[in-house]
């Protein structure tokens, strides 16, 4: 079985979302799962931390990775097949993009990188088609970065932002074990 480095960063929006991708993802991989400092301690309206922490636990019954100590053994002495960040937040498109290592999840992908692994990010940003939309281009340029199809979710009430397809994050991934991108990448709205 492969294995697969899921790394969940603070779009804590999409946590419902993230727990019912790696539900399907547990059955097709062997799962280490990652978290940001942030996913890690704060509460939100949408999930406490021991609650969230809880349900990924009920899923993958593994230690969760929350250092930077424990993200950095996976390049160098335990090696993953292949990273999904998902979800992957503006911040975090924004330390990848920039070499930015200050969590698990960047470490990790630092990590992974200089051994090849493909990262696929499944990107959740209110703010896509705007400020952090340079960061995903600039990204979609770099060698080992993939990205799950995104489309509009709140085309009018929240016309600049954009997430990733859950429904098209298994074949993202078997196309980034080739080192292609999943295309369509843009999905439009009926296509979800």
Known sequence: MLKLGF???GSFCSMDDMLMVLEKLVKLYDI??????????MDTRFHSRDELVEKIQAIVPKKIHTTIQEAEIYG???????????PCDGATLAKLNYGINDNAVTMLVK????NQVPIVLGVF??????HSGKNLIELMGKKN???VPMYQDEYIKKPN???ACHQKVIPTLEAALKHQQYQPFILGYKEV
């Open 125 to 130: 940003s209110n703010d896509v088609l705007t």
């Open 32 to 41: 280490e799962v990652f978290l940001t400092e942030r996913v890690n301690t």
């Open 161 to 163: 932002s954009m997430i």
């Open 145 to 147: 970065f993939y990205f």
């Open 7 to 9: 790394c969940i960063t």
């Open 111 to 114: 990590s992974s990188l200089r």
């Open 76 to 86: 160098p002495i335990k090696k993953l097949d292949i990273v999904l960040v998902y």
